[in-house]
């Protein structure tokens, strides 16, 4: 059994055993782990509270799991011993009659916060509120285990503490309890807190900020006596711009060094009391007085600049930026002159003048100077204005205020009106000429253009020309006509291609040039009929900078120059002709080619003799033989003239400018054949190089040894019995120039025979071939001519292109007669074998067998049997 009594310090005397038990003090929460029963608690040691002020005492039931919820019963006593009902959480009419005027007035209720807990509250504590107070649960238990109630003691002071907003001290005008100030200045705000308690006890002060329903805590001093600023204010409490101080001993001061836009707002001073009560701290009562409201009024400042102006080149601009304020303490002006080409930019620009900043430091460019004449004028001064000046000049100013620690703060600014700003000055004046210094009459030839600048007035030292080249196709007049850029050149005398000059200029073969001070001049090398059409050039005048830039201010077209020439075909025609229509062997061949050209510029002309075989000559047929060249610089060379012997054989000489003369000495009947003339018509491009113009083919000149009495042949026949020609040949017949045949012993069957069937045709004639007769089959001729003093003379043998022959057998005529034969044996045979056998069997094995007679009965009793 676990029983308790209370008191009023909250301590149980427990009592847990039977007769023989013992007797000792623990705390509820002890006395829960003890006796595992149900424990009610209130807060420990003693409240107290002020006249005026809510009373609030919780009371919850440990170790309850209990379904519903649990109800409680409050007692009251002034002095501990003796208890009046004060109200009960399932008991309307529990309370007193001394308390229930209060209940109905809800200034005394009940309040649950959970099923087993509740809270007592009292509002506007009296001092007959001062007492213990006990918190009762009614147990349904069947045996008593724990704790069932628990009391605490309250202590009702009188209300000693004072808060009070102390007048204004800060400058500046106000109305009641209101403040106006500007961005930037200081003000100071003071609350009066004091308490004559005759406990001991401490005070708390908050400074709040609100803005509207929003409050902000800015400065705290604790209970402790510490400071602590509030969320946003502590770089400004740690840099001394927000600062707490203590006037004198009941004072509280508030000041702050610069006033931002976020201090606007009313301050309020919330002060709280607080007491010490057995090593836990209590607050006791709050008071808040509004101290006063602060309105930040925004600094009104002003800039403005002069009237358009108009300035001469190479003159001062001098511009004057005026700025009123509406206050005159400590600000720093920061002034800023900026630039733009149009009046509606945006300030600030990307293109500032000059600048003076708030330690009245000068941030400028060389021709650009800013001054301050006084307090509030600021001149701007640009030295030796140009073209580029012309535009819109506006001033920027800044006010700033100097914060605790060296920091600035930013109160205000302002931009004046741009003001127009109009640079005279004298441009250029001057004339463009474009003439044609080398007109083209052919394809390739050089054109020169030349562009001049005549005329010049008010061209200063200061001012440059440069050029650039267009071209611009000839149209019909109905066509849109368009200019295509040829070359450019920039003020720094940079020259920049088009696209249809690019890769031409790159060759060299498009040149541009400045030849003087005021002439320029364009070359094409080689002019090509797509270059035929109108050309300008455009000088453009360029004024030179005080940032040593160069800008264009004129441009003056020339008038256009037309570059055309007739368009013709090139012609180029050759004729070759025979002094000698008819000649022998060894006598000397010679041709000529007579050359004629139209539309050709200035031509020379290279020739090569080419060679071919005559119709039906099948030794090569549709061979062309380069024999000799001779090229535009008269040059001679041996093309696939390769007879050793006859080096000096062949002569190819120019006679005239168009004609030449091609010579073979001792000719042979090898050179038979179609003799031509292959000439080349070039054209002179840039000096010492050439242009191919035209190529053209004479008529053929043919060589033809008419045989006679002073002509023979040696003709023999070779054959190779290999599919390739990588054995040695074997000569098979041969033919002398006196008719007589000679034939090679062969190991095979076939015969041979060889014939002269033409003047020119010899005939050999495999007769019975057989398979050992294929290979490649070819002739060897070697000519005999007669000289004139009647010797003959051999000369080189010439051998024909191979032919290979294949054998194919006959199988039916190469198994006939074998096969009829092997058929023929095999019958006799066959018959000799039967008729052996008939003869052998009837007369030679003959033999006579006499049978023996069965009686029938003896074959009837077998067959039984």
Not at 105 to 126: F, M, P, S, Y
């Amino acid at each position: 059994m676990c029983l308790q009594t209370g008191g009023p310090t909250g301590v149980l005397h427990v009592y847990q055993g039977g007769l023989a038990g013992f007797k000792t003090r623990l705390s509820p929460l002890a006395l829960a782990a003890l006796c595992r029963g149900r424990v009610v608690r209130v807060p420990a040691g003693s409240l107290v509270r002020v006249v005026g002020t809510e009373l609030v005492i919780p009371c919850n039931v440990s170790d309850y799991d209990g379904p519903s919820e649990q109800n409680f019963d409050w007692s009251f006593s002034s002095s501990g011993s003796s208890f009046v009902e004060l109200a009960s959480t399932w008991e309307v009419g529990f309370g007193a009659q001394l308390y229930r005027e209060r209940l109905q007035r809800g200034e005394i209720l009940l309040r649950r916060t959970a099923n087993d807990a509740v809270e007592l509250h009292i509002k506007d504590v009296q001092p007959s509120d001062q007492g213990h107070y006990k918190c009762s649960t009614p147990s349904t238990d069947a045996t008593v285990q724990g704790n069932y109630e628990d009391t605490v003691q309250v202590k009702v002071l009188a209300d000693a503490l004072h808060v009070a907003a102390s007048p204004l001290s800060s400058p500046g005008p106000g109305l009641g309890r209101s403040l106006s100030l500007h961005l930037g200045e200081p003000f100071e705000l003071r609350c009066e807190a004091a308490t004559t308690s005759p406990l001991h006890t401490h005070l708390a002060l908050l400074w709040e900020l609100r803005h509207g329903a929003a409050r902000q805590r800015v400065l705290a001093l604790t209970r402790e006596g510490r400071l602590h600023p509030g969320p946003g204010y502590e770089q400004r409490y740690h840099g001394g711009d927000v600062r707490l101080d203590t006037v004198g001993s009941d004072g509280y001061r508030l000041s702050v060094n610069r006033a931002l836009a976020a201090d606007q707002g009313t301050y309020r001073c919330v002060v709280s009391e607080w007491i010490e009560e057995q090593g836990a701290w209590q607050e006791i009562q709050e008071k808040a007085v509004d101290v006063a409201t602060v309105v930040i009024q925004p600094t009104v400042l002003r800039a403005a600049v002069g009237r358009n102006v108009s300035v001469a080149e190479g003159k001062e601009l001098d511009l004057s930026c005026n700025i009123t304020a509406d206050r005159a303490d400590d600000v720093r002006p920061e002034v800023t002159w900026y630039f733009s080409r149009t009046p509606d930019r945006p300030v600030p620009g990307p293109h500032v003048l000059a600048r003076l900043d708030r330690d009245s430091l000068v941030h400028s460019s060389p021709h650009v100077a800013l001054s301050h004449v006084d307090a509030r004028s600021y001149h701007l001064l640009v030295r030796d204005v140009s073209k580029e000046n012309s535009g819109y000049y506006s001033c920027h100013v800044a006010l700033w205020v100097p914060g605790h620690n060296r920091s600035w703060h930013k109160v205000a600014e302002a931009t004046s009106t741009p003001v127009g700003v109009d640079v005279t000055w004298l441009e250029p004046d001057y004339q463009v000429y474009l003439n044609a210094s080398k007109v083209p009459e052919f394809s390739d030839d050089l054109t020169e253009l030349e562009c001049r600048v005549v005329d010049k007035r008010s061209m200063e030292g200061s001012v440059r020309v440069t050029v650039s080249w267009y071209y611009r196709v000839n149209r019909r007049d109905d066509d849109v006509v368009t200019s295509e850029l040829l070359a450019a050149m920039d003020g720094d005398w940079t020259l920049k291609y088009g696209e249809r000059s690019k890769q031409r200029a790159q060759d060299g073969d498009f040149i541009f040039s400045k030849e003087r001070a005021d002439t320029f001049s364009f070359r094409i090398q080689r002019t090509t009929e797509e270059d035929r059409g109108n050309y300008y050039c455009v000088v453009s005048a360029w004024t030179r900078q005080r940032n040593s830039s160069w800008v264009k201010s004129r441009d003056v077209f020339s008038k256009p120059v037309h570059i055309f020439w007739a368009s013709e075909d090139s012609v180029l025609v050759v004729k070759a002709r025979q002094p000698k229509p008819f000649f022998a062997a060894g006598n000397t061949f010679e041709m000529t080619c007579k050359v004629s050209s139209q539309n050709i510029k200035s031509p020379r002309y290279s020739v090569l003799i080419t060679a071919e075989k005559p119709a039906g000559d099948l030794s090569s047929p549709n061979e062309t033989k380069y024999i000799i060249s001779l090229d535009q610089d008269a040059v001679v060379r041996l093309e696939n003239w390769t007879d050793a012997s006859r080096a000096d054989g062949v002569v190819l000489e120019k006679v005239q400018e168009d004609e030449f003369r091609y010579r073979m000495y001792q000719t042979q009947v090898s050179d038979a054949g179609l003799y031509r003339c292959v000439v080349t018509a070039w054209s002179p491009v840039r000096g010492s190089l050439w242009r191919e113009a035209a190529t053209s083919l004479s008529n053929p000149i043919e060589i033809d040894f008419q045989t006679s009495d002073d002509m023979a042949f040696d003709v023999s026949w070779f054959v190779v019995h290999s599919f390739g020609l990588d054995k040695d040949p074997i000569l098979l017949s041969s033919l002398d120039r006196k008719g007589i045949v000679s034939t090679a012993r062969r190991d095979w069957k076939s015969d041979l025979s060889l014939e002269r069937v033409g003047v020119l045709e010899f005939l050999l004639q495999v007769h019975g071939s057989e398979d050992q007769d294929f290979g490649n089959y070819y002739c060897s001729v070697a000519p005999w001519v007669k000289s004139p003093t009647g010797s003959w003379q051999k000369e080189a043998e010439i051998s024909s292109k191979p032919v290979f022959i294949t054998v194919k057998m006959d199988v039916l005529n190469a198994f006939k007669y074998p096969l009829l034969i092997g058929v023929g044996l095999s019958t006799v045979v066959g018959l000799l074998s039967c008729l052996i056998g008939y003869c052998s069997s009837h007369w030679c094995c003959k033999k006579e067998v006499q049978e023996t007679r069965r009686e029938r009965r003896r074959l009837m009793s077998m067959e039984m049997d």
